[in-house]
């Protein structure tokens, strides 16, 4: 498969100069490469986007798709892996959809391990709506719903996904398109839940690729087993200071994942089931 059999005939809408490009063009080579190799075939593959800017990515793949409400792709994500666990589901989300209405699902979903891919589309702006804050919207931030400069500082997705036993974390950008592919073919390939939150400008609404260009640097001899470390290099910038902003892959543990737990219950309640009715049985 060649990446050019990944793509549609659907309008492609989104504002020129918008983030969201790169990562429609860094996801679709990764899926071509994997279904090459015979790592992830194409046809097992299923996309899950939310509501936002975003969203129409599941548009623009020629692969299996599910479009979510709002806030609600992991849940959706989480139903169809253990549905069938042979699928590999990839979650496209966006702050405004992961990180406010969905936040519940963000931190279950790593908690548990659910063996999904999670890519965050971080614009830090809610840009189908034409400008308001999000979560991760630093202070000061200028929008629609806050004409005076935003009072509240925003949260660090990444700490968050740590701290909830998330076992693949990482960050990406949307301006440096190779990086963005290793960063999502690891994902892709992690076993439990991958983690990417990508710094996506909004060329529209909020416009960062000088801010951004200015500060991002890959992370380089970063061992990603290393958990003191990793939460080291979460924190160097926290979404509100002046950087350096760190990209890479900040944090990766094998770890058992949701379906071995599941089924490892299943056989349990199963097992108590029999001995329920042995019992019942001999009474009777
Ligand atoms: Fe992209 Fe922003 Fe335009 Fe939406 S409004 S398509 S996020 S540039």
């Given at each position: 498969?060649?990446?050019?059999?990944?793509?549609?005939?659907?309008?492609?809408t989104?504002?020129p100069?918008?983030?969201?490009?790169?990562?429609?063009?860094?996801?679709?080579?990764?899926?071509?490469?994997?279904d090459?190799e015979?790592l992830v075939?194409?046809?097992?593959?299923?996309?899950?986007?939310?509501?936002g800017?975003?969203?129409?990515?599941?548009?623009y793949v020629?692969?299996n798709?599910?479009?979510?409400?709002?806030?609600?792709?992991?849940?959706?994500?989480?139903g169809?892996?253990?549905?069938?666990?042979?699928?590999?589901?990839?979650?496209?989300?966006?702050?405004?959809?992961?990180?406010a209405?969905?936040?519940?699902?963000?931190i279950?979903?790593?908690?548990?391990?659910?063996?999904?891919?999670?890519?965050i589309?971080?614009?830090r702006?809610?840009g189908?709506?034409?400008?308001?804050?999000?979560?991760?919207?630093p202070?000061?931030?200028?929008?629609?719903?806050?004409?005076a400069?935003?009072?509240?500082p925003?949260?660090?997705?990444?700490?968050?996904?740590?701290?909830?036993?998330?076992?693949?974390?990482?960050?990406?950008?949307?301006?440096?398109?190779?990086?963005?592919?290793?960063?999502?073919?690891?994902?892709?390939l992690?076993?439990?839940?991958?983690?990417?939150?990508?710094?996506?400008?909004?060329?529209?609404?909020?416009?960062?690729?000088?801010y951004?260009?200015?500060?991002?640097?890959t992370l380089?001899e970063?061992?990603p087993?290393?958990?003191?470390?990793?939460?080291?290099?979460?924190?160097?910038?926290?979404?509100?200071?002046?950087?350096?902003?760190?990209?890479?892959?900040?944090?990766?543990?094998?770890?058992?994942?949701?379906?071995?737990n599941?089924?490892?219950?299943n056989?349990?309640?199963?097992?108590?089931?029999?001995?329920?009715?042995g019992?019942?049985?001999?009474?009777?």
């Amino acid at each position: 498969m060649k990446t050019k059999d990944l793509g549609t005939t659907a309008p492609n809408t989104w504002c020129p100069g918008c983030g969201n490009f790169a990562i429609l063009n860094a996801i679709k080579p990764v899926l071509a490469d994997l279904d090459e190799e015979g790592l992830v075939a194409i046809e097992n593959v299923v996309l899950v986007s939310g509501i936002g800017c975003h969203g129409k990515i599941a548009d623009y793949v020629k692969a299996n798709s599910f479009y979510a409400i709002h806030g609600r792709t992991i849940p959706v994500a989480t139903g169809i892996k253990l549905a069938n666990p042979d699928l590999n589901v990839i979650c496209f989300a966006g702050d405004g959809d992961a990180y406010a209405e969905g936040l519940d699902h963000l931190i279950f979903a790593a908690k548990r391990n659910i063996d999904i891919t999670t890519i965050i589309h971080d614009n830090r702006v809610y840009g189908l709506t034409t400008g308001q804050y999000t979560p991760t919207s630093p202070s000061g931030f200028l929008g629609r719903s806050t004409p005076a400069g935003l009072e509240v500082p925003p949260i660090n997705p990444l700490e968050i996904v740590f701290a909830s036993g998330g076992s693949f974390v990482a960050r990406g950008y949307s301006h440096g398109i190779e990086l963005l592919k290793d960063i999502f073919r690891e994902a892709i390939l992690h076993r439990g839940f991958s983690f990417v939150d990508v710094l996506q400008v909004c060329a529209t609404f909020f416009n960062l690729y000088d801010y951004y260009n200015e500060r991002v640097y890959t992370l380089e001899e970063h061992d990603p087993r290393d958990r003191d470390r990793a939460e080291e290099k979460m924190r160097e910038w926290d979404y509100n200071s002046d950087g350096p902003i760190p990209l890479g892959i900040f944090y990766r543990e094998d770890a058992s994942t949701f379906g071995d737990n599941f089924m490892k219950y299943n056989s349990k309640i199963t097992d108590l089931e029999g001995r329920i009715r042995g019992a019942l049985e001999g009474f009777l």
